[in-house]
């Protein structure tokens, strides 16, 4: 083993250990204990830790490194940073909402993807849930250190977040965390895990639900400034978050202005395409149509999820043609649970587990399915699942020969950067049912066009929370419940909307880079297999590793 590479196992053991949620979650080790420490002190030593990883990262010399462990070295350098900005940053004072990526919710969320497959892992399950209320009590404390601070949440958000919990006390019989059958062995798990829930979890929640309501609620921005830069050093606070989920230098300013001039460029693509579909080229009307038209509504939620496997389908079936390596891992379609739909996204995925105990799995919400539009059904689709996500994730699951470290890096701008390069990507294949999915197409793009503009106007420009309504309702056929549930997405989980259109340019960019220089040789297989083959990079990494292939 090399040193990069023992200090990238190094780097994944502080990981697990301040959060050993992650690799239970994920199937490598089920059997781990707790949830983790969320003080200040825990931050602190984590932070530590951190800083010396990187310094022996940085002493590495590159030139004495094979081309491999050169990667690893510059992952490593960029994942390290990451973290130490992220803890820096203090998002988990502030950052409450009944999204996933808040505390509570996000125990909610996880938790019952915890794999339970052998007596062992019930024993550590009943752990991580007794060990609930002294992780929510962390969280508090965390949230009066904020406020003591400045760094206080958004009012709106928080009683999103208790409105969130109350259904989740309202409904102990279909409680999520009641979803993982007891395993063989484990007779008493059942019993064990109801009265845990009942009397330790549930109790555990409703004083965090009652901290939310008594103490946060009232502190809270209002709508009229909901961006980070109206906290304490809030410019460069969102400077930070920007650089985090992107993964480079790119300024606010350049990303507001580059969405502007993409949404500006989609205007003529929606005229061909709604001129055949609704006979009229005018933007707004097309706009229109397809938020009203009846005939673009799902009848219920069953044909909705039916239409997310038919197209998942196709594109299994066509990935042979596109991509070299095809993951053996099966992708399922499951609706997003009924307690976290109102205030989730309209789609998301989660990994399989890396001991096979959970596949795949994309989650599609049917919350008020009759409002929701079909036409954007293939497309989320094809970015949530194949060739998007699970190929993308599954695939790097797989890569054995690479440090755990490149299996399960964590770049929002290269993830989902391939998420939405891989929307565009299945038009190219030809996998679009018709014109009236394409639409779908263009809705998405719009969106993410409109997330560098809206979050950007947010948490820069100090937009209002009506102002980044009002654009998204201009600028993009989106339908309400989704514009508002996008816009206090943006506010509750500040620069994370920038990472897909940032990430989707530049592998565009390297694409046509390698195909300008290669010519006849390129190989869309092989460039594929290149930008997957190496697991999760930064941009700038990734941007390496391409140009090395193209030279060889």
């Given at each position: 083993m090399s040193d990069v590479v023992a200090l990238a196992d190094e780097y994944m053991d502080l990981l697990f250990d301040a959060e050993p949620l992650l690799p239970a979650m994920l199937g490598l080790d089920p059997a781990r204990t707790g949830l983790g420490e969320v003080s200040e002190q825990a931050e602190r030593e984590l932070r530590h830790a951190l800083e010396r990883v990187?310094?022996?990262?940085?002493?590495?010399?590159?030139?004495?490194?094979?081309?491999?462990?050169?990667?690893?070295?510059?992952?490593?350098?960029?994942?390290?940073?990451?973290?130490?900005?992220?803890?820096?940053?203090?998002?988990?004072?502030?950052?409450?909402?009944?999204?996933?990526?808040a505390p509570a919710a996000g125990l909610l969320t996880i938790l019952p993807m915890v794999p339970v497959a052998a007596p062992e892992h019930a024993a550590a399950h009943l752990d991580r849930l007794a060990a609930v209320p002294a992780y929510l009590d962390q969280v508090a404390e965390r949230h009066r250190a904020?406020?003591?601070?400045?760094?206080?949440?958004?009012?709106?958000?928080?009683?999103?977040?208790?409105?969130?919990?109350?259904?989740?006390?309202?409904?102990?019989?279909?409680?999520?965390?009641?979803?993982?059958?007891?395993?063989?062995?484990?007779?008493?798990?059942?019993?064990?895990?109801?009265?845990?829930?009942?009397?330790?979890?549930?109790?555990?929640?409703?004083?965090?639900?009652?901290?939310?309501?008594?103490?946060?609620?009232?502190?809270?921005?209002?709508?009229?400034?909901?961006g980070v830069c109206h906290l304490p050093d809030g410019d460069a606070l969102y400077r930070t978050l920007a650089r985090l989920h992107t993964t480079t230098d790119r300024d606010?300013?350049?990303?507001?202005?580059?969405?502007?001039?993409?949404?500006?460029?989609?205007?003529?693509?929606?005229?061909?395409?709604?001129?055949?579909?609704?006979?009229?080229?005018?933007l707004q009307e097309i706009f229109h149509r397809l938020r009203t038209d009846p005939a673009l509504r799902w009848r219920d939620a069953d044909e909705l999820l039916d239409t997310a496997r038919s197209a998942i389908t196709r594109a299994e079936q066509a990935a042979p043609e596109w991509f070299a390596t095809i993951p053996p891992q099966p992708c399922v379609v499951e609706p997003v649970p009924a307690a976290e739909a109102p205030g989730a996204p309209a789609a998301y995925y989660l990994l399989p587990a890396a001991d096979g105990s959970r596949p795949g799995t994309y989650f599609a919400n049917t919350h008020e399915s009759t409002e929701r539009f079909r036409h954007v059904a293939e497309v989320?689709?094809?970015?949530?699942?194949?060739?998007?996500?699970?190929?993308?994730?599954?695939?790097?699951?797989?890569?054995?020969?690479?440090?755990?470290?490149?299996?399960?890096?964590d770049f929002n701008a290269y993830s989902e950067g391939w998420g939405l390069y891989s929307e565009r990507l299945a038009h190219e294949v030809g996998l679009y049912s018709g014109d009236v999915a394409l639409l779908g197409m263009l809705s998405m793009d719009s969106m993410r066009a409109g997330r560098l503009v809206v979050d950007t106007g947010l948490h820069a420009k100090g937009?209002?929370?009506?102002?980044?309504?009002?654009?998204?309702?201009?600028?993009?056929?989106?339908?309400?419940v989704e514009i508002v549930s996008e816009v206090d997405r943006y506010i509750a989980y500040p620069g994370q909307a920038l990472s897909y259109m940032v990430g989707r340019l530049e592998i565009q960019r390297l694409r046509a880079e390698a195909a300008q220089r290669l010519g006849d040789r390129f190989d869309i297989r092989e460039f594929h297999d290149v930008v997957l083959g190496g697991g999760a990079l930064p941009l700038s990494v990734l941007g390496d590793v391409v140009s090395a292939w193209a030279a060889r």
């Amino acid at each position: 083993m090399s040193d990069v590479v023992a200090l990238a196992d190094e780097y994944m053991d502080l990981l697990f250990d301040a959060e050993p949620l992650l690799p239970a979650m994920l199937g490598l080790d089920p059997a781990r204990t707790g949830l983790g420490e969320v003080s200040e002190q825990a931050e602190r030593e984590l932070r530590h830790a951190l800083e010396r990883v990187l310094e022996q990262a940085r002493a590495l010399d590159p030139a004495a490194l094979s081309a491999e462990d050169r990667t690893t070295r510059d992952v490593l350098v960029s994942s390290a940073q990451g973290r130490i900005d992220q803890i820096d940053t203090k998002t988990i004072e502030f950052c409450v909402s009944d999204l996933f990526s808040a505390p509570a919710a996000g125990l909610l969320t996880i938790l019952p993807m915890v794999p339970v497959a052998a007596p062992e892992h019930a024993a550590a399950h009943l752990d991580r849930l007794a060990a609930v209320p002294a992780y929510l009590d962390q969280v508090a404390e965390r949230h009066r250190a904020g406020v003591a601070a400045g760094r206080v949440p958004v009012a709106r958000l928080v009683r999103n977040a208790m409105a969130h919990l109350d259904r989740y006390l309202a409904e102990p019989d279909t409680d999520p965390l009641l979803r993982q059958p007891a395993p063989e062995g484990a007779p008493d798990f059942a019993a064990a895990r109801e009265r845990l829930l009942r009397e330790v979890v549930r109790p555990a929640f409703a004083r965090y639900r009652d901290v939310l309501g008594t103490e946060l609620a009232d502190h809270g921005r209002p709508d009229d400034r909901p961006g980070v830069c109206h906290l304490p050093d809030g410019d460069a606070l969102y400077r930070t978050l920007a650089r985090l989920h992107t993964t480079t230098d790119r300024d606010p300013e350049d990303l507001h202005e580059t969405g502007l001039r993409l949404i500006g460029e989609l205007a003529q693509e929606y005229r061909e395409i709604g001129g055949r579909v609704f006979g009229t080229g005018d933007l707004q009307e097309i706009f229109h149509r397809l938020r009203t038209d009846p005939a673009l509504r799902w009848r219920d939620a069953d044909e909705l999820l039916d239409t997310a496997r038919s197209a998942i389908t196709r594109a299994e079936q066509a990935a042979p043609e596109w991509f070299a390596t095809i993951p053996p891992q099966p992708c399922v379609v499951e609706p997003v649970p009924a307690a976290e739909a109102p205030g989730a996204p309209a789609a998301y995925y989660l990994l399989p587990a890396a001991d096979g105990s959970r596949p795949g799995t994309y989650f599609a919400n049917t919350h008020e399915s009759t409002e929701r539009f079909r036409h954007v059904a293939e497309v989320t689709a094809f970015h949530e699942a194949v060739p998007g996500h699970h190929l993308q994730l599954s695939l790097a699951l797989g890569l054995t020969g690479l440090p755990l470290l490149r299996r399960l890096g964590d770049f929002n701008a290269y993830s989902e950067g391939w998420g939405l390069y891989s929307e565009r990507l299945a038009h190219e294949v030809g996998l679009y049912s018709g014109d009236v999915a394409l639409l779908g197409m263009l809705s998405m793009d719009s969106m993410r066009a409109g997330r560098l503009v809206v979050d950007t106007g947010l948490h820069a420009k100090g937009w209002s929370r009506e102002q980044a309504l009002g654009f998204l309702r201009q600028n993009t056929p989106m339908p309400e419940v989704e514009i508002v549930s996008e816009v206090d997405r943006y506010i509750a989980y500040p620069g994370q909307a920038l990472s897909y259109m940032v990430g989707r340019l530049e592998i565009q960019r390297l694409r046509a880079e390698a195909a300008q220089r290669l010519g006849d040789r390129f190989d869309i297989r092989e460039f594929h297999d290149v930008v997957l083959g190496g697991g999760a990079l930064p941009l700038s990494v990734l941007g390496d590793v391409v140009s090395a292939w193209a030279a060889r």
